[in-house]
């Protein structure tokens, strides 16, 4: 019986053997072209919904670029006078909530970071905390009640039923909150960056979300809508704020719908939105009424098509690790289809490709015509992995990354954080560069490579992911129009990952660092099973293949100067840039840190310098440029 065991056991090993070599042997080409599809990434896709729960220092080596902050659901009701918020889905009680310190945080000790905050929508807002339920008193009394969801604050009476979501007598709204019309929405502004105001800079607060799932209002906030407005009615309120907070800065980001998830891209409620006979889904609608109001006014009402979206993973991981198509790719077939089978006012089930960011980029093409500079953002997410399997996490996180980097997505801040995240978001936010350039893979769908290259392609990054679940894959890269010198080049991997939390710093974490040979342009790697593997390379190259088409450029003058020195840069893109001035012999002789607000001039004073060239040196996330100048006394 020993012996048969054996026997059984080495013919299992042997067939397993013989899977996994024929699964291997399937290997992948990929080619790199460092001067195709040129894109600039946005810094703002490294970014998340932020409550600060992390030392400073932590999120500063993991490289967190952009926080939204309010909390979802509570967004809906804050009262920045009061510093009040009401809680939804806790009877909605009132607590304080302070998104000046928030921001004041942003402001003083992330230098890099962005900070999104919500103008209020719904029309109410947090008033008094003196009449909450008494949640505590009354749950310990009644073990085992669920329900929270009742409307108890302002003297409601509880229904005990286990289960029940409604209450016996709702309570008062009127005692725990107030009306909140736009004017005071966008009086924020004023209350941050006015003449008055706190002083914030506004540039670092360029991003503002319209409310948070407005579609969805009866539900989550039913005690102040109880039956849902109407699309057109909300569009009303929609366009009336976004122009009332354009005339106080013009130059904010509006960031809306703010949709709830996939049904909710194309369902307003159960409305049939039909304008001459047209049915529009909601998301088409929506783009069209904005484009519409600005051709009549002149006001541009939206900036960021901003969506939510919590995927569904029929499958699992497997499934899990796909959903990155669901935004561009034509061909895929999204298992979580739904709202998309009523996209046309029926329901046909045969229409079950998403490529919802493309839809949105053509629809704002046909309303807004071509090169309109609006740009798609994801403000929720969820990886939809199993949170016990940090490697899937973090290779659909990934897969996101790197797609939103090809595409021009503006930004991203995933609401549920998995383990494996962190240790994702600090490999591209601090390895990437800043421009992604073309990546072709034979096997897309299982190992993909995103790469992006620096302003003067003298530096490239390729990120290498691999979504099979069970085998590594041995995977070719052949570079063009970007020179290798032969020899060694630092490889950084993250792979089996554990449960636990790995990531503590940028130098205390879970990337492994490793090598590959590059030879006549081209290196082949393993890469393992559920892996993201970053490969660093240096050209040989001096900038001749600067990117074609860039714009980010700076300009100096007077030149030859005295006495001050104004810097003109092209980017619109706020954040805090480097300014250093050496001698022609590369001497170091000024250098300093400036907080450039995407529009304004940088001045430096140069009047202790005597006479002669100069080099100037402007350096920030984006891009790295040089201008030489002359000084004359």
């Known amino acids: 019986m020993k012996h048969y065991s054996i026997k059984i056991y080495f013919f299992i090993v042997l067939l397993s053997c013989f899977a996994t070599s024929t699964i291997v042997a399937q290997d992948v080409t990929i080619t790199v072209n460092a001067t195709l599809n040129q894109k600039k990434v946005s810094p703002n896709i490294y970014g998340r919904n932020e409550s600060f729960d992390h030392t400073t220092q932590f999120l500063k080596d993991a490289g967190l670029r952009f926080a939204r902050v309010g909390g979802g659901n509570n967004m809906s009701t804050y009262n920045w006078r009061a510093k ?21 945080k942003i402001n003083d000790i992330f230098p890099n970071m962005q900070g999104m905050f919500a103008f209020q929508l719904l029309g109410r807002a947090a008033s008094s905390d003196q009449h909450n339920f008494p949640d505590y008193t009354y749950m310990q009394a009644h073990p085992g009640w669920n329900g929270w969801g009742q409307n108890l604050a302002g003297g409601g009476i509880p229904d005990t039923t286990k289960g029940s979501s409604k209450a016996l007598v709702d309570g008062d709204i009127n005692l725990f909150s107030k009306p909140w019309p736009a004017d005071s929405s966008v009086q924020i502004l004023n209350h941050w960056f006015g ?20 579609d969805v209002w009866n539900g989550t906030h039913d005690w102040a809508m109880p039956t849902l407005i109407s699309a057109s009615a909300f569009m009303d309120r929609f366009i009336e704020l976004a122009k009332k907070a354009k005339a106080i800065d013009p130059d904010i980001k509006i960031c809306g719908p703010v949709t709830t998830s996939e049904w909710q891209w194309y369902n307003w409620a159960n409305e049939s939105i039909r304008i001459n006979g047209k049915y529009y889904c909601w998301l088409e609608y929506f783009i069209k009424r904005c484009a519409d109001e600005e051709k009549a006014s002149g006001v541009r009402v939206l900036d960021v098509v901003d969506l939510h979206n919590y995927p569904y993973a029929k499958n699992g991981d497997i499934d899990a690790l796909q959903l990155h198509r669901e935004y561009y790719d034509i061909n895929y077939t999204y298992p979580g289809a739904n709202g998309i089978f009523k996209i046309n006012g029926g329901w046909d089930t045969s229409i079950n ?9 053509d629809w704002t093409t046909t309303y807004f015509g071509a090169n309109n500079g609006i740009t798609c953002g994801i403000s929720e997410w969820s990886p939809a ?52 350039v073309s990546s072709t893979s034979s096997n897309e769908n299982t190992v ?10 003298d530096t490239m990054t390729v990120i290498i992911v691999n979504r099979d679940m069970s085998s590594s894959r041995n995977v070719t890269v052949n570079l063009s129009n970007f020179p290798v010198a032969n020899g060694n ?39 393992p099973s559920l892996s993201v593997t970053a490969v660093i390379m240096k050209s040989t190259s001096t900038g001749v293949h600067d990117l074609k088409g860039q714009t980010d450029d700076i300009k100096v003058y007077p030149n030859p100067a005295t006495d001050k020195l104004s810097i003109s840069i092209s980017s619109n893109i706020a954040e805090l840039t480097e300014v250093t001035v050496f001698d022609q012999s590369g001497r170091k002789i000024q250098a300093f840190d400036a907080n450039y607000d995407g529009h304004s001039l940088i001045t430096t004073d140069v009047s202790t310098l005597s006479s002669g060239f100069y080099i100037l040196s402007v350096k920030n996330n984006h891009f790295t440029s040089n201008k030489r100048f002359i000084i004359e006394k």
Request: glycine residues 4%.
């Open 385 to 436: 992995t199993s949170d016990s399997n940090p490697s899937a996490a973090a290779v659909v996180y990934a897969s996101h990354l790197g797609t939103f980097a090809n595409n021009g997505v503006e930004l991203f801040t995933p609401w549920s954080w998995f383990t494996g995240m962190w240790e994702t978001l600090h490999l591209f936010s601090r390895y990437a560069k800043d421009y992604s």
């Open 353 to 361: 490709k998403e490529y919802i960011f493309k839809r949105i980029n």
């Open 489 to 527: 080049y630092s490889t950084l991997q993250l792979s089996s990952l554990p449960t636990t939390e790995t990531f503590v710093s940028h130098t205390k974490n879970a990337l492994k660092i490793n090598s590959v040979m590059v030879n006549s342009n081209s290196f082949t790697i393993t890469v």
């Open 448 to 457: 993909s490579a995103y790469t992006t290259v620096s302003q003067t392609v």
């Open 84 to 104: 009040l918020t009401v809680h939804p889905d806790w009877f909605n009680n009132v607590y304080g909530e302070d998104w000046d310190a928030y921001a004041q």
């Open 195 to 214: 003449p008055d105001g706190k002083g914030f800079k506004k540039e670092k607060f360029r991003y503002w979300s319209m409310d948070n799932e407005p």
